[in-house]
């Protein structure tokens, strides 16, 4: 079992940045890929950005590309989602969420296994 913990929400006019971070701990080599989820209120959970755990390969919606950055630090067990130049559609509670299996899409909810918390950013006009 993976356990998560998001922090680094919070209130940003647009156009400013933030930085999101997740920690992992308990079976963190079991990790294949970790990913970042945010939820609008009356929203569905959509996929924001993913990394592969050892090779570094990023996957973003294509919304974010261009503004957000998704970084991993294996030696620290924890993922970052830089977000830049945001914008009042990227209000949400952000999730991190942990995957352990090769099988599934990136952008798809059903392919991880463990989720933190989520963490809420709210961007302001």
């Known amino acids: 079992q993976v356990q998560l913990v998001e922090s680094g929400g919070g209130l940003v006019q647009a156009g400013g940045s933030l930085r999101l971070s997740c920690a992992a701990s308990g079976r963190t080599s079991s990790i294949y890929a970790m990913g970042w989820f945010r939820q609008a209120p009356g929203k569905e959970r959509e996929f924001v950005a993913a990394?592969?755990?050892?090779?570094?390969?990023?996957y973003y919606k294509d919304s974010v590309k261009g503004r957000f950055t998704i970084s991993g630090d294996n030696a620290k067990n924890t993922v970052y989602l830089q977000m830049n130049s945001t914008k009042p559609e990227d209000t949400a509670v952000y999730y991190c969420a942990a995957r352990t299996s090769y099988y599934g899409s990136y952008d798809s909810k059903l392919s991880y296994d463990s989720w933190g918390q989520g963490t809420q950013v709210t961007v302001s006009s």
């Open positions: 990394i592969t755990w050892s090779g570094g390969i990023t």
